[in-house]
């Protein structure tokens, strides 16, 4: 998948031992915020951002 335009935030999922670090920055208030949470957590994150797509898809169709 290619995205188009300017980039707001950026994200990494880093794992260390048996937690994961999710650091997210943004790029307009140059800021990083990190956030901490179980492998079980993550592993639900597919499911979180397929969610996300199809209410995107569920909107645009709307108009």
Excluded: N, W
């Amino acid at each position: 998948m290619y995205a188009t335009g300017t980039p707001l935030y950026f994200a990494e999922l880093i794992q260390e031992g048996g937690a994961c670090r999710l650091v997210v920055t943004d790029r307009r208030r140059h800021t990083v915020r990190p956030a901490y949470g179980s492998t079980k957590a993550v592993e639900q994150l597919p499911a979180f951002l397929a969610g996300l797509g199809s209410l995107h898809l569920r909107g645009s169709r709307r108009r």
